[in-house]
């Protein structure tokens, strides 16, 4: 199964998995993903995202890419709350130290 499918896939598990049904996104590739090897941008009003994912990933870290990504869409209606009061970068460290141990506690590798 190619990259782009593979995570299409383990997003569409991770999605049902948290019942966030209601939410419709699409799949692309990102040369850039400047800062880790996935992305996700998101309208919380419109419950819209797209998902991006490193051309050059392996096929074993898509799984654990998915869950980070999907976790963001998990926070994003506290974290757009949040973000009224508080500055972006403050609590985009403070969301992926819950992210993390979300994702440690599941023991997703
Ligand atoms: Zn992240």
Redesign the pocket.
């Known amino acids: 199964m190619k990259i782009l499918q593979l995570y299409e896939k383990r997003l569409d598990g991770w999605m049902n998995a948290f019942g966030l049904t209601d939410w419709r996104y699409d799949v692309k590739f990102d040369p850039e993903c400047p800062t880790?090897d996935g992305d996700v941008h998101y309208n919380v009003s419109a419950r819209w995202a797209t998902f991006k994912i490193h051309r050059e990933v392996k096929a074993k870290e898509v799984n654990s890419i998915a869950l980070?990504?999907v976790l963001?869409i998990v926070l994003a209606e506290y974290t757009a709350q949040a973000e009224t009061v508080f500055s972006v970068p403050f609590l985009a460290g403070k969301e992926?130290a819950i992210?993390h141990r979300i994702i440690n506690a599941m023991g997703v590798k």
Do not use: A, C, K
Request: glycine share 0%.
């Open positions: 880790s980070h990504e963001h992926h992210i």
